[in-house]
């Protein structure tokens, strides 16, 4: 099994920035992804960005270009730097570990909140 806990949510003012954290605990050899997602309220969870376990990163089309998924592996982190945040940016951010090998689970994280203010 894996726990993750993200940090590094807050409150930021338009065009600011954030780093949001997903530290990794457990069996974290297993795990073969990471990704970011949000959800803003009355939306549908949206993915925002991945990385898997060879280091090949996607994104979401809104975001492209202004937030970066990056590891530390020696600390089991996965990070997620925000840039030019927008209002619509506003969501609560969760983070997702793909785990296994012939049998695949999903772990999440408990989230956290980001609001970008106008």
């Known amino acids: 099994q894996v726990q993750l806990v993200e940090s590094g949510g807050g409150l930021v003012q338009a065009r600011g920035s954030l780093r949001l954290s997903c530290a990794a605990s457990?069996?974290?050899?297993?795990?073969?992804?990471i990704g970011w997602y949000r959800q803003a309220p009355g939306k549908q969870r949206e993915l925002v960005a991945g990385?898997?376990?060879?280091?090949?990163?996607k994104y979401g089309d809104s975001v492209k270009g202004r937030f970066s998924i990056s590891r530390d592996n020696a600390k089991n982190t996965v990070y997620l730097q925000m840039n030019s945040l927008k209002p619509e940016d506003t969501a609560v951010y969760y983070c997702?570990?793909?785990?296994?090998?012939?049998?695949?689970?999903?772990?999440w994280g408990q989230g956290t909140q980001v609001t970008v203010s106008s």
């Open positions: 457990g069996s974290t050899f297993s795990i073969n992804a």
């Open positions: 990385i898997s376990r060879g280091g090949s990163t």
């Open positions: 997702k570990a793909e785990w296994g090998g012939l049998a695949q689970y999903d772990y």
